[in-house]
């Protein structure tokens, strides 16, 4: 594996789990130091085990993303950071009729306005050095509709929105920001769904369900400069869609 992200920090939010997990191994496979964020130590812990096994470096920073002021104290505590990972997010499917205020306001929260706080505080001092990459991670349900998919896919679009607007403010100073909208893939988070989420596998043209590693490779390439003019793209991981009929 070529080391071409040595001598770079990146914050992956949510690393302890999932896709976030996988991500920071793949960017420490490719020399990068890495910042574990999260909440639950044990798993971090964990994973800092499996990145120091590789012979890279890595630190656990935890904060809970809904709480504005810990993500300011997270970026804070991060210090230089040359890739940032917006990874950790929630999903929690409702009907509209059936949803309530608090689990809306949380899908804002820990989904778009941590994201946004990380980069408003994070992309000035890339743009100060000169170069830097932004990974937001989204999803199909930002552009197909699902049942009870309403909030998680809104704040989803609004994150491939701005990730938009991020690369023409940034891209001017080096900065390369762009989504990678993941397709159904078995994480901790999707385990909870049970042996029935096999059958989102099935919607997809591949037919089956992607494993995290195979969305984190997608999202090494996006922050590698192997895609050094790519910026304001959403990177559809998804598996294809079916033909109709
Ligand atoms: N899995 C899929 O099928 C799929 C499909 C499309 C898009 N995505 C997107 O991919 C991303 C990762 O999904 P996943 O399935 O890997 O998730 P997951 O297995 O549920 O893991 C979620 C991660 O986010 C962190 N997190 C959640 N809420 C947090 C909060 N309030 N504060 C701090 N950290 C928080 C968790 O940290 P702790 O557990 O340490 O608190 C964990 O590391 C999400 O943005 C998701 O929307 C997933």
């Known amino acids: ?39 639950d130590r044990e798993r971090a812990a964990d994973t800092l085990r499996q990145i120091e096994a590789m012979g ?30 917006n990874n950790a997010g929630i999903f929690q499917f409702a ?12 899908h804002i929260a820990v989904n778009l306005r941590a994201p946004y706080l990380l980069v408003q ?12 990459a932004i990974i937001n991670i989204s999803s199909g349900a930002a552009s197909t509709p699902g049942h009870g998919s309403g909030i998680y896919g809104a704040t989803k679009a609004a994150l491939e929105s701005l990730t938009r607007v991020w690369a023409a403010e940034y891209g001017p100073d080096g900065v390369r920001v762009n989504a990678v909208a993941a397709g159904p893939t078995r994480t901790e988070g999707t385990a909870a769904y049970g042996p029935a989420f ?9 037919k089956r369900l992607a494993d995290p590693e195979e969305i984190a490779g997608t999202i090494a390439f ?4 192997e895609a050094s003019y790519v910026n304001g793209a959403t990177l559809s991981a998804m598996g294809g869609q079916p033909a109709l009929g």
């Open 198 to 206: 096999e059958s989102a596998g099935q919607a997809v043209a591949l």
């Open 1 to 39: 594996m070529s080391q071409d992200l040595a001598h770079r920090t990146a914050l992956v939010t949510g690393a302890t789990a999932g896709i976030g997990r996988a991500t920071a191994l793949a960017l420490a496979a490719r020399g990068a130091d890495i910042i574990v964020h999260g909440r």
């Open 121 to 132: 505080a994070l992309a000035p001092g890339m743009t100060a050095r000169g170069h830097g």
């Open 222 to 225: 996006m922050a590698s400069p």
């Open 56 to 85: 890279a470096t890595a630190r656990f920073e935890p904060a809970d993303l809904s709480d504005p002021a810990q993500v300011i104290a997270l970026a804070e505590r991060a210090g230089d950071v040359d890739i940032l990972v």
């Open 95 to 106: 009907r509209t009729a059936d949803n309530d205020p608090a689990t809306f306001e949380a």
